[in-house]
């Protein structure tokens, strides 16, 4: 199980985890930064938690891509 | 003859009363992350509002700065951001990406040419003037160009977009960079971060060592071998005015509002003694001590007087005299007794210790303390960290403004 946790105030918008997650990570087109998809918003932070983890690859690059370092992953 | 406009820059509130205290004749800020300073810039687009009545209020001019590279995906915010700038009687939009001029010339926003498109000649400047009503110059240019510039525009009265005659404006003071004016990739290729898209993470100024392939280390004078140092341009002022530039840009959103203070301050009173004559030597070192005393990288005087190498600084940070550190806040202020109440959190306060009194309204303003009283009311010499104490201030000060103690570094 994994949580992935998003500080979507801080993005720079240069999308480079939808780059490197697009099944995770895609652009906003009203302001130009990242969305985490099927996340909920609590205390300022996007998060999403996930059963599997097929996928944690793709989260872990995007966690080392992106500038900002406002991607967080949490394995359980 | 008309006085040079002095820009200054702000990333902060803070920063924005510094400058407006200081004298400056305009600001420029940048919001969300379309700017050059993404990562230290904090203001966002709901902040437009309550800048622009601040600068109304003082009566300085407001530039917002939207010169990064724009994606498709940032074109609804390019407009959502220029909308409210001309909602909110912003004087000039700063840009770079042809899409962000062209939005701004159709809502009838002035656009300043951003020194990211490098104009370097009177021809690319023709060209924009169509688009502009004032060209940032690159900083690459020495003064002998930038004069030629300055002549033939006035001898073929170019005119900018909103058929006045164009103005230029160049970079008088501050960080430069080791590449062409922002143009760098270091930072993209190391931390996947753009310099670029204002998310620069400062390569250049680390510490290097060369080697070859044969793995020989090569013995260098200088392990910075490309932390260029920083731009000064107030020793000679008058140079740059006669060239017959309008307005002169400090750089350093990113920089602290003690430094915005003190620079606008310093090239304020000397555009005023070149103006009055009265611009001397003695001036200018006072000046330059001042400057010396706040962040810097070491000083010189950049491309204007034709310099073929840039120099580079020996520090990793800044090399100033002094730094500042955290105390505390103030708590209250009693307007009556003129006394503030401050919560020291780290380190101690004593007599005779120089403080920053930095925050909203304020800006920032240096004291020397002379008496302090404990919160019994007891006169102290030392108040240690996490007790109250008293001080008395000849200024109003607010809840909430940050003390920070000036010590030698």
Known sequence: MLTIIYNRKKCIGCSNCILVSPLYFTISKLDGKSILLNSIYKNGNYIRKSINN?????????????PVKIIKLIKY | MKKIELLSPVGSYESLYAAINAGADSIYFGVEQLNMRALSSNFMTEDIKKISRICTKYNVKKY??????????????????????????????IAMDNFVIEYANKLKIPVHISTQLNITNLQALKFYSRYSDA?????????????????????????????????????????LCMAISGKCYLSLHSDNSSANRGACKQNCRREYIVKDSNKNSYKINNQYIMSSKDLLTINFLDK????????????????????????????????????????????????????????????????????????????????????KLY???????????SV??????????????????????????????????????????????GSICTIRTKFKVYKNNKIYKIIKR
Not at chain 2, 146 to 172: L, P, Q, T, W
Not at chain 2, 280 to 292: F, G, L, P, Q, S
């Open chain 2, 64 to 93: 917002i700065t939207l010169n990064t590279i724009i994606y498709d995906n940032d074109i609804l915010l390019v407009k959502k951001i220029l909308k409210i700038s001309k909602i909110y009687n912003i004087d000039a939009v």
């Open chain 2, 340 to 385: 503030m109440i401050i919560l020291i959190n780290s380190y101690d306060i004593k007599v005779n210790d120089y403080i920053y009194i930095i925050g909203n309204r304020i800006g920032v303003k240096i004291m020397k303390i002379k008496i302090i009283y404990d919160s019994k009311r007891v006169r102290r010499n030392i108040i240690k960290s």
């Open chain 2, 327 to 337: 105390i505390g806040t103030v708590i209250n202020y009693l307007s009556k007794k």
């Open chain 1, 54 to 66: 097929i996928n944690y690859k793709y989260i872990e690059k995007a966690v080392k891509v992106c």
């Open chain 2, 240 to 323: 740059i005015i006669n060239t017959g530039i309008n307005i002169i840009k400090i750089e350093g959103r990113g920089k602290s509002p003690e430094y915005v203070k003190v620079v606008t301050k310093c090239y304020k009173e000397a555009i005023e003694s070149v103006y009055n004559n009265k611009y001397t030597k003695d001036k200018i070192n006072k000046w330059i001590n001042r400057i010396n005393n706040v962040y810097n990288r070491g000083f010189w005087s950049g491309y204007y007087l034709g310099q073929r190498i840039g120099e580079w600084s020996k520090k990793p940070g800044s090399i100033s005299m002094y730094k």
């Open chain 2, 135 to 175: 060209i940032v110059l690159s900083r690459e240019l020495n003064l002998n160009q930038i004069k030629f510039i300055c002549d033939s525009i006035k001898k073929e009265n170019i005119k900018g977009y909103s058929k006045k005659r164009i103005k230029i404006e160049i970079f008088a003071h501050g960080s």
